[in-house]
């Protein structure tokens, strides 16, 4: 499988300050790859980068095998993208800035212009303004202008921002599609780890211009683990009873009095019995799995990796 984009070492200073550091990745062609991260952190100007809107401080960039220069332009015929909010022409209808989207990319297929209107369910709008667009409509548009040239890469910045849970279902199921039946390969920008897990082959994350982690999501899947998650009042007391009495080191206490303890060569009713001979008030303690977003959130908020 042949990389699409790759970047090495990709810095980004304004006025002297750094908003993206030493930002090294890898998107295979053909996969979803989620890049994941808080707003600010960085990734509209990474993809801005990857499409020469900014030029970076330092690094280098290669997409489709080629290096890629101040000058680079002919690459971006084999490009659709979406950057913060889509503009269009105003006072026209979908189907005329579609037309004059394709014109300008030098791609002439009628019959592709209503299919992909469809495609991202905007029909019986032949007579609508664009100016007359609902937020999650212009968004649909948005999609629809950056995917109707069948481009080999597509770079989506926060897509699905302004649809309702029926729309972003919807394009889900239209990145997936993209993906397995045309070949395409994404780039897909968000904050919200539960946008693009259910159809991302990789995931990048990102947190203060700095990507933090680069890893499939069948690896990913396979890190969560178990723990016992207990809840006391007496949080401090059963932490030192916990390592005092039972020389567990691997655990954490949480907000709301909850503590998670991933050492798993001691059985639960050891815990129970233990604290409670200790005068420990024990609310509930319970076993559990780190899920994908608890995992995602110990990643950005800088916290040492417990799964």
């Known amino acids: 499988m042949s990389i699409i984009v790759s970047t090495k070492h990709l810095t980004k200073s304004f006025q002297g300050k750094e908003v993206v550091s030493d930002v090294s990745m890898n998107i295979f062609q053909g996969e979803i790859y989620g890049f994941l991260g808080p707003n600010g952190s960085g990734k509209t100007t990474v993809m801005k980068m990857l499409l020469n809107l900014v030029k970076p401080t330092s690094g280098d960039i290669e997409i489709f095998g080629e290096p890629l ?157 178990d723990y016992v998650e207990l809840k006391t009042p007496d949080y401090q007391k059963a932490a030192f009873i916990l390592e005092s009495k039972l020389q567990l080191r691997n655990f954490k206490v949480m907000d709301n009095a909850i503590i998670r303890i991933y050492d798993t060569g001691i059985a639960q009713s050891d815990i129970s019995k233990t604290l409670i001979l200790n005068d420990i008030n024990i609310e509930s303690i319970n076993k559990r799995t780190a899920s994908l977003e608890e995992y995602f959130l110990t990643q950005i908020e800088g916290v040492e990796n417990v799964v």
């Open 69 to 225: 220069t101040y000058s680079s332009i002919e690459y971006l015929k084999r490009v659709g993208s979406i950057i913060e909010f889509p503009v269009f022409y105003d006072k026209l209808t979908a189907l005329e800035n579609l037309e004059l989207h394709c014109a300008y990319m030098g791609f002439y297929n009628k019959k592709a212009l209503k299919e992909t209107l469809e495609l991202v369910h905007l029909t019986n709008v032949d007579q609508k303004s664009v100016r007359d667009f609902s937020l999650g409509m212009k968004q649909r548009l948005g999609i629809a202008r950056a995917m109707i040239t069948r481009p080999e890469l597509l770079i989506l910045d926060e897509p699905i921002n302004g649809l309702d849970p029926s729309g972003m279902k919807d394009m889900r199921s239209i990145f997936s599609m993209l993906s397995k039946e045309y070949g395409m390969t994404l780039l897909i920008s968000s904050h919200l780890l539960g946008e693009v897990e259910v159809i991302a082959d990789t995931i990048g994350i990102i947190k203060s211009g700095r990507l933090i982690r680069e890893i499939s999501m069948d690896t990913m899947r396979g890190q969560g683990t």
